[in-house]
């Protein structure tokens, strides 16, 4: 006979939504935060643990990173890097996390001073520039490699890939259609270069360069969100060593003797990308009026200020902290977005905490339950607050239907946690495996059990 006959056919209970938080009503709209949020973690979740096809030939460990998978093509339509051809390979690090590894083939370091600038990266923690951990030269590849760590973004788009890449054309009304062309909202652009430029001020002030500001090295790592990646790259492979007679013009050996003339580049750069992305065009400005004029179209005069600004003639003044008095109150509406999405983040946090609080009691139940160090102890599982928890977790998990068979029911299973959690008064019958005695107990006593056990456990 089923030993839970008594309960073979539950009162299937409605979730108790009065048990969970309701997020804060309607949060507003935000230009940061994605709309499907859900998804989008769980595709960079995915992505984070895809494998790498076979066949690539890849180390299999490379100064403590392992499983490396290729972000780009290593084989065809291979762009380089300066001079340098480079490949980025997701990686897995020691500590379990995902890192970027940028490899730069066939380079030979010369003096280890070139590492310098990359401990001065590393110490930058800014939110639109892409982590950078550590350098090192490998010839796990096969040829004396430099390789540089970076925080990996699980998805992370360049801004070229995002915006400017042609699209495949698509079938519409049975026809083959070509993707027509959507200009980056002013907004969007707003954004980009607030954010860009709040980088590049944290870069300067330390006394750095960026040194590489364009569509495909910049990414998007959520809605809206940029972060400047291959930082410290330029530095290591222009490094130049410091003689007693000349000062520095490339090393980025020690932040003070950084060449001012590479921020300016760094604004003439920033000017370049802002012109690329308006006119969606990486050479946009080898036609500086044509440029102009297809920015006119879509763009306020503001925004066409700031860019001509960044592009204008290097000065002893000509600095990034003036960008920002021609942003204005742009800046604002900056702020304001972010912290909608702050609130609506928190919305989507709310409706989470839920899951942590099962998963709390359904840890404390692991910890009770079937203890083998008290399998011969009868007093431990069989008495007491403990019995009480086994039998419930019975209820809770092992009932079986008129025809014995397990019944798998999660929102019984939730209902149950969630009453329990919260020690309602409400009582259940609950029947010992050898159907010999029943126990009617409330949510409350069951709740004081399992604390009182886990108590006594904590403690021994
Ligand atoms: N830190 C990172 N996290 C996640 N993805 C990254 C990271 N850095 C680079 N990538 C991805 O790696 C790929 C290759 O990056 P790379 O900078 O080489 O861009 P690219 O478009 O191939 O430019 P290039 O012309 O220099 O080859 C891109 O798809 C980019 O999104």
Not at 21 to 33: C, G
Not at 147 to 153: G, I, L, S
Not at 298 to 316: E, I, M
Not at 363 to 370: L, T
Request: proline letters at 5%; charged letters at 20%.
């Amino acid at each position: 006979m089923d030993y839970y006959q008594a309960h073979s056919s539950f009162i299937r209970q409605p979730l108790n939504h009065h048990l969970y938080t309701l997020p804060p009503p309607s949060p507003p709209p935000s230009h940061f935060v994605s709309e499907t949020l859900r998804t989008d973690l769980q595709l960079r979740s995915e992505t984070l643990r895809t494998a790498c096809a076979p066949g690539l030939n890849l180390p299999d460990e490379l100064s403590g990173y392992h499983t490396l998978v290729p972000l780009e093509s290593t084989t065809e339509d291979r762009r380089k890097f300066g001079n340098w051809h480079s490949t980025v390979y997701r990686a897995t690090g020691k500590d379990d996390r995902g890192y970027a590894l940028r490899r730069i083939e066939n380079y030979r370091l010369a003096h280890q001073a070139a590492f310098s600038a990359i401990e001065q990266w590393s110490r930058i923690q800014h939110p639109n520039i892409v982590q950078v951990h550590e350098a090192f030269t490998s010839r796990s590849f096969g040829d004396n490699s430099l390789v540089v760590a970076y925080t990996y973004h699980p998805n992370a788009q360049t801004l070229y890939d995002a915006h400017m890449k042609p699209r495949s054309p698509t079938f519409q009304n049975g026809r083959l259609q070509a993707v027509s062309y959507q200009p980056i909202p002013e907004r969007t652009m707003w954004s980009y270069i607030i954010q860009i430029a709040g980088a590049m001020k944290a870069v300067h002030d330390k006394g750095l360069a960026v040194r590489m500001i364009d569509v495909t090295k910049v990414l998007l790592t959520g809605k809206n969100r940029i972060r400047i990646s291959s930082c410290g790259v330029a530095d290591v492979l222009t490094y130049i060593p410091p003689t007693s007679s000349t000062p520095q013009p490339n090393g980025a050996a020690n932040a003070a003797d950084v060449n001012p003339r590479m921020q300016q580049d760094d604004l003439s750069m920033f000017g370049k990308l802002i012109f690329a992305l308006c006119c969606n065009d990486p050479l946009a400005i080898h036609d500086l009026s044509a440029a102009l004029e297809t920015m006119k179209k879509h763009y306020s005069t503001d925004l066409r200020n700031v860019a001509l600004f960044c592009l204008s003639r290097p000065g002893l003044h000509k600095h990034i902290s003036q960008l920002f008095d021609m942003i204005g109150s742009r800046l604002l509406t900056e702020m304001d977005d972010l912290q909608n999405g702050m609130d609506r983040l928190e919305g989507e946090l709310m409706s989470e905490l839920e899951n942590a609080r099962l998963v709390r009691l359904l840890s404390k139940f692991g910890f009770i339950n079937e203890r083998p160090e008290f399998a011969r102890d009868a007093r431990w599982s069989e008495t007491g607050d403990r019995y009480i928890i086994k039998l419930f977790r019975d209820y809770v998990f092992h009932q079986v239907d008129e025809h014995g068979h397990p019944v798998v029911n999660l929102s019984h299973v939730l209902a149950c946690l969630n009453k329990l959690d919260a020690g309602t008064d409400e009582r259940i019958m609950l029947v010992s495996r050898d159907e010999q005695s029943l126990l009617v107990v409330s949510y409350k006593d069951i709740k004081a059990c399992v604390e009182s056990a886990f108590a006594e456990l904590s403690h021994r």
